[in-house]
């Protein structure tokens, strides 16, 4: 039985898929453009998380395949989105962890 108000706990596809309608810049990470950034910047760092040095060699969802990290939150602030130098090769497991960390314990979240 579906619930009758909102999702189920622990309902990730559901939230991330509201999320994605909601928040209008979450279609940028759809684009061409943004492949083309994210590759350039994992080229550009070797595939190499640069927070860990781990090697991002994994195919997703594992814990060791990159993740192209925005440095600074960016906010739909598309100068910050689109600026290669704020974006940044990690692992999975880093930015699933200590980057969700960082971002929560920041004021306004």
Not at 25 to 47: F, P, Q
């Amino acid at each position: 039985m579906a619930p009758r108000l909102g999702r189920l706990a622990g309902d990730e596809k559901t939230r991330l898929r509201e999320r994605d309608q909601n928040v209008a810049w979450r279609k940028w990470y759809k684009t061409e453009r943004w492949r083309k950034l994210r590759l350039e910047v994992l080229l550009r760092d070797a595939y190499t998380c640069q927070q860990t040095g781990v090697i991002c060699m994994g195919k997703y969802p594992a814990p060791n395949s990159p993740v192209a990290d925005h440095r600074i939150k960016h906010n739909g602030d598309e100068q910050l989105f689109w600026d290669i130098k704020n974006v940044q090769t990690v692992s999975k497991a880093y930015h699933d962890s200590e980057k969700q960390k960082q971002e929560r314990a920041q004021p306004g979240w």
